[in-house]
């Protein structure tokens, strides 16, 4: 019996930032998401913090705009890592969790400012990346 859609070519295989030592070490020491971002600009897990600082302080359009810079900086260091725009970004991968973190930022800010159908692509996107990220970033 054949499956209608299934893909005969398999998933790639799971795309793995590198770590970053140093941004851990300041991170893990407490330094401050405006600091890390000043320092780190590439890396996806400050503006990752600066977009959950915003949003959780209801500075909407500032989450959003710090989201976002994340979520462009997350898919240049994913295109680096040779992703092809699909396949497993696993959440328990420790350096893909700043795209991931930035990602869900976006998309709770694009539904806060009324861009549902960003949202809704968004959603999809993070639970096609990881399903475990999905659930456990929506929280």
Not at 26 to 33: F, M, N, P, V
Not at 35 to 56: I, M, N, T, V, Y
Not at 85 to 108: C, D, I, K
Request: charged fraction near 25%.
């Amino acid at each position: 019996m054949s499956q209608i859609g299934k893909n005969l070519l398999g998933e790639p295989a799971p795309t793995l930032l590198e770590e970053n030592p140093e941004l851990n070490a300041r991170y893990d020491a407490g330094d401050e998401a405006e600091d890390l971002a000043r320092s780190f600009p590439k890396e996806q897990l400050p503006w990752a913090l600066l977009a959950e600082e915003a949003l959780g302080d209801g500075r909407t359009l500032e989450g959003y705009a710090y989201a976002r810079v994340g979520y462009h900086r997350g898919l240049d260091a994913l295109r680096g890592s040779g992703w092809k725009g699909h396949g497993p970004v696993p959440y328990s991968h420790e350096p893909n969790r700043g795209f991931l973190r930035a990602l869900a930022a976006l998309g709770q800010a694009a539904a806060a400012i009324g861009e549902l159908d960003e949202a809704e692509r968004i959603q999809t996107f993070l639970t096609d990346s990881d399903p475990v990220a999905a659930e456990e970033l929506q929280r």
